[in-house]
């Protein structure tokens, strides 16, 4: 098994519904079955690790897609 389909496996465990689960009080697991709406907010600060599919981010005019094993950090 990879590390990242381990990765997943893990996260199933914690992340039982299709939004977002305090799986600890220092972590939050989410899942989506699928696309969610663009939204516009301020974020916390946040580190986002993607363990499978893909999410878009904007910041501005820049606009990046982070894929499965690749993550974010936002400050």
């Known amino acids: 098994m990879d590390q990242i389909t381990e990765l997943r496996d893990l996260i199933s465990r914690h992340a039982l519904y299709p939004e977002y689960h ?3 009080p220092w972590l939050m697991v989410a899942r989506r079955t699928e696309p969610t709406p663009r939204t516009g907010y ?3 600060p946040v580190f986002a690790l993607l363990a499978q599919g893909t999410k878009r981010v904007a ?3 820049t606009v990046r897609d982070y894929t499965s094993g690749e993550y974010f ?3």
Request: charged share 10%.
């Open 22 to 24: 305090q799986a600890f």
């Open 42 to 44: 301020v974020a916390e």
């Open 59 to 61: 910041w501005g005019n």
């Open 73 to 75: 950090i936002a400050g």
